[in-house]
């Protein structure tokens, strides 16, 4: 397995879910945009996930494709999804990767940074 695909990007948007939080669970929305910048088509075959909550406990997810599918990426194409996480604690952080393989079967790995899971600044200043 190769050590990256430098062209495919990944971008993280990450939201708080209050509505779906509880004081010993929250949860977080996170959007995914994937752009493939290759001149060479990719399918994204697993994801790989690294959770680690507010008191450093660390969950590892990993599975086929995403969200149940396991989109192909045509050069210049890009692919979206969203997904959520939990954690008891926080502030999280999550980071992971996904593993792509080409058409002639050679399998590339993509590293996700690593993002936070934190509530949003509810401060009033007077």
């Known amino acids: 397995m190769q050590a990256s695909v430098p062209d495919i990007r990944v971008s993280v948007r990450v939201v708080h879910a209050p509505a ?3 004081p010993d669970l929250f949860v977080f929305a996170y959007f995914i945009r994937i752009e493939n910048h290759a001149d060479e088509t990719h399918k994204l075959l697993e ?3 690294t959770i680690t ?3 450093g406990q ?3 997810v990993s599975g086929i494709g995403v969200v149940g599918e396991q989109p192909l990426l045509a050069p210049g194409a ?3 999804y969203s997904s959520f996480a939990t ?3 926080v502030p999280g952080r999550m980071e992971g990767a996904y593993v792509f393989q080409d058409a002639w079967g050679e399998r590339r790995r993509v590293s996700v940074a690593p ?3 934190t509530l949003p600044d509810t401060r009033v200043l007077n």
Request: proline share 5%; glycine share 4%; aromatic share 20%.
């Open 47 to 49: 994801r790989e996930w």
């Open 53 to 55: 909550d507010g008191d």
């Open 20 to 22: 779906y939080s509880r």
């Open 58 to 60: 660390v969950t590892q």
């Open 115 to 117: 993002f936070e899971l």
């Open 78 to 80: 890009v692919y979206e």
């Open 87 to 89: 954690v008891p604690s």
